[in-house]
């Protein structure tokens, strides 16, 4: 088993679709949570984890112009894309560097906020302490840690789809087995707690995608079906059904009313102050 196992969800078109969705989606329904966390104008952040960069854009507008948000990806696609982005929306105060999540060679007590969004679940349980205690070392004393994650073994659809089940059970098996964990949500609090975090607060939702975005956005586990024919988790005829059965969901979604119900988990941590004992 690798001790770094590299990132499962292959960039294209569609998956940055997905990431649009999901980030329109944080900005409308966690508006309350970014406020507390400290995403607010001024704030200098970290997006570690950033991937194409379709978060830090939403946070790059929210911060203005007199803060700031440096966007870390290990990907090189990713960062191309990144900044890509930036210079298309003329987001002044954004960069972008490609780095890993653990040593992201950012300045040690110069952040205001870390953002670390859908990241924990890809890395193993090692490397998930590595960028956490990273993090912590990243902000200013009092400064917060913004981590969101998901438990994808409580993913379901409406109407069940026993194919769909099946190649959601496929990629948490192939995550399971490199030794990561895709049901890492619900432990955000503690595995923050660990590293020296305090003043945790916990926060969950169910994201219900409306049926229009179904129609047009795949699963994460469909990015990763390369990924898990590597791994010996799927052959290309599992990709066929695979795909067969989501082409089938999304051209009923609207006529049949369809869901997916994904759940996602927040945590807001704080970096200890200057004078904490």
């Known amino acids: 088993m690798s001790h770094n196992p590299t990132y499962s969800l292959a960039l294209?078109?569609?998956?940055?679709?997905r990431y649009r969705f999901m980030a329109q989606v944080a900005r409308q329904t966690e508006a309350e949570q970014w406020v507390k966390a400290g995403f607010v104008p001024g704030a200098n952040v970290a997006d570690i984890g950033c991937g194409p960069g379709l978060v830090l854009a939403e946070l790059a507008d929210v911060i203005g112009t007199s803060g700031s948000v440096v966007g870390i990806d290990r990907g090189?696609?990713?960062?191309?894309?990144?900044?890509?982005?930036?210079?298309?929306?003329?987001?002044?105060?954004?960069?972008?560097?490609?780095?890993?999540?653990?040593?992201?060679?950012?300045?040690?007590?110069?952040?205001?906020?870390?953002?670390?969004?859908?990241?924990l679940a890809h890395n193993t349980a090692e490397n998930q302490r590595r960028i956490l205690a990273h993090a912590l070392d990243l902000l200013r004393p009092g400064g917060s840690l913004y981590a969101v994650d998901v438990d994808l073994t409580t993913s379901r659809t409406d109407p069940p789809s026993e194919i769909l089940s099946e190649?959601?059970?496929?990629?948490?098996?192939?995550?399971?087995?490199?030794?990561?964990?895709?049901?890492?949500?619900?432990?955000?609090?503690?595995?923050?707690?660990?590293?020296?975090?305090c003043e945790v607060q916990r926060f969950a939702d169910i994201v219900i995608p409306p049926p229009p975005v179904l129609a047009g956005v795949r699963p994460a586990a469909w990015a990763a079906r390369q990924a898990m024919i590597d791994s010996g988790h799927a052959t290309a005829d599992d990709v066929d059904r695979w795909d067969r059965a989501l082409t089938t969901f999304a051209n009923t979604a609207v006529t049949e009313n369809r869901a997916a119900f994904i759940a996602s988990f927040m945590v807001i941590a704080r970096k200890p102050a200057a004078n904490s004992s």
């Open 76 to 119: 090189a696609a990713e960062i191309q894309t990144v900044l890509k982005l930036i210079s298309d929306q003329g987001l002044t105060n954004a960069s972008a560097r490609e780095a890993t999540a653990w040593d992201t060679g950012i300045e040690a007590g110069s952040i205001d906020v870390v953002n670390l969004r859908h990241v």
């Open 167 to 197: 190649m959601n059970s496929r990629y948490l098996a192939h995550l399971f087995d490199s030794g990561r964990d895709p049901s890492v949500g619900p432990k955000l609090g503690s595995l923050a707690s660990s590293v020296g975090f």
């Open 12 to 17: 294209s078109e569609g998956e940055i679709g």
